[in-house]
């Protein structure tokens, strides 16, 4: 990037998207531009929200590819053989790890319970007994932090192993990504504290110790942008075939839309209308990948209800530098 088109770029996020506080990009794998703001550094750790929930989708791959999991066509309630269903309840029985991933799994409420959910003992069990109902497997309907878990659930189950352990050894630690722990919390000040924190490293977990899927993971840019990268190379880092080639072209392939905002949808990553995916989390915390460019984005920002558009900061700032 040139200095007139990096200066354009830093002005319009000291103006219009201010909460932003870390980007990386990449192009043909190199770091072509890397900045910190709102007293931000490298060292600083965000949370990414829903950016989350494309992370447990490569886990959920990982286990495919080592036969912990058959097949994203198995009923989730072969996980759960100690749950039992309420009587009348026809439509979770049938529901599968792929309605999951793809958010086209029916749900009971209405309106997100989260008060409800963040009290709850167990929050896998707590999404089990939301899960099913009336509504239709197939429709799709976005999940942003009640269903997911239940992906968390079954990688417990599958692995014998925490979802951050699983997470560690067969992810994180290839690509060189530090997280620190699990994290809980004693309060609702605290969970209030952690969303606004910038040097928390660690991933949120329930009262039974098992990590969430739809949001509480705290990661920097520069391990964002790997995540990427390791998309961008085909599920290969360094030469390790780390989640196969063919779950990355399945993730990233559209198997759902979100109707309303005609927003495409693969398994928990959007998909583009140009080539291009992306792992977004609310706030503004995103991994871009455009494949035709072969380029990776990555930003870290932190909570704004109002936050604008970062696939179209991408499209306005950054990808026009390389036509």
């Known amino acids: 990037m040139k200095e007139e088109q990096i200066k354009r770029m830093e002005d319009a996020i000291s103006t219009d998207y201010n909460n932003m506080v870390g980007m990386v990009i990449l192009k043909d794998g190199e770091t072509i531009y890397e900045n910190y703001y709102n007293g931000c550094s490298a060292e600083s750790r965000i949370h990414v929200f829903s950016v989350t929930k494309s992370i447990v989708s490569i886990l959920i791959g990982i286990a495919l590819d080592k036969g912990l999991i058959k097949s994203i066509d198995d009923k989730v309630l072969d996980y759960y053989p100690e749950y039992t269903v309420k009587r009348g ?17 029916p749900y009971k409420y209405k309106f997100n319970p989260y008060i409800k959910y963040f009290t709850s003992m167990d929050w896998v069990k707590f999404s089990l007994d939301k899960l099913g109902g ?7 309907r976005y999940a942003p ?3 997911p ?12 192993q925490s979802v951050l352990e ?9 690509l060189d990504i530090n997280i620190e722990g699990s994290i809980t919390f004693d309060s609702k000040e605290e969970q209030m504290e952690f969303y606004k924190s910038t040097d928390t490293n660690g991933w949120v977990a329930d009262p039974q110790g098992v990590n969430t899927a739809g949001w509480g993971l705290t990661i920097s840019p520069v391990d964002m942008a790997k995540i990427g990268q390791l998309f961008l190379n085909k599920g290969k880092w360094n030469g390790r075939q780390i989640v196969s080639g063919k779950w990355v072209e399945e993730s ?12 495409p949808y693969g398994y928990l990553w959007w998909i583009g209308s140009d080539g291009g995916y992306a792992a977004m989390g609310d706030g503004g915390n995103i991994i871009y990948v455009k494949p035709d460019k072969n380029m990776v984005v990555a930003i870290t920002s932190l909570f704004n209800p109002r936050a604008k558009d970062r696939v179209e900061f991408i499209e306005k700032y950054i990808l026009p530098c390389y036509e």
């Open 149 to 160: 878990d239940i992906l968390s659930g079954i990688l417990v189950k599958a692995s014998g």
């Open 252 to 263: 990233t392939t559209e198997h759902s839309r979100w109707e309303k905002m005609n927003l």
């Open 145 to 147: 932090i009640i269903g």
């Open 89 to 105: 309840e026809k439509t979770l029985p049938n529901i599968r790890i792929k309605d999951i991933l793809t958010m086209t799994a």
């Open 134 to 140: 009336k509504g239709k497997i197939g429709e799709f």
């Open 166 to 174: 699983f997470a560690t050894e067969n992810l994180f630690a290839p």
